[in-house]
């Protein structure tokens, strides 16, 4: 059974940072392309930033050059390393395995990490 679950949400001012984690078990991170997706309120859910089982990674346009995906994969773990953060970077986050072939979700969502960003 998969189960992603994520941590590390919180509260943050405009500017500030945050690292989210996202643990792994049932799957081997190393080899499944990882994403993190977020929904902020009233959206659909967005692909936000992948890493590929091949090495690299991908982002959205609105996180470029300020989220960074990572994984550690003796842990089984993938993090999102966020800074300069908006107050449109509100959402609860969630990690999946991302299918080769498009942005979608391969497994169950797990519980999200609810990152609010205002002063």
């Known amino acids: 059974q998969v189960q992603l679950v994520e941590s590390g949400g919180g509260l943050v001012q405009p500017g500030g940072s945050l690292r989210l984690s996202c643990a792994a078990s049932?799957?081997?991170?190393?080899?499944?392309?990882m994403g993190w997706y977020r929904q902020a309120p009233g959206k659909e859910r967005e692909l936000v930033a992948a890493?590929?089982?091949?090495?690299?990674?991908n982002y959205a346009d609105p996180v470029k050059g300020r989220f960074t995906i990572s994984r550690d994969n003796a842990r089984n773990t993938v993090y999102l390393q966020m800074s300069s953060l908006k107050s449109e970077d509100t959402a609860v986050y969630y990690c999946?395995?991302?299918?080769?072939?498009?942005?979608?979700?391969?497994?169950?969502w797990g519980q999200g990490t609810l990152v609010t960003v205002s002063s």
């Open positions: 049932g799957i081997r991170i190393s080899i499944n392309d």
């Open positions: 999946n395995a991302k299918r080769r072939n498009g942005p979608g979700p391969v497994y169950a």
């Open positions: 890493i590929l089982s091949g090495g690299g990674a």
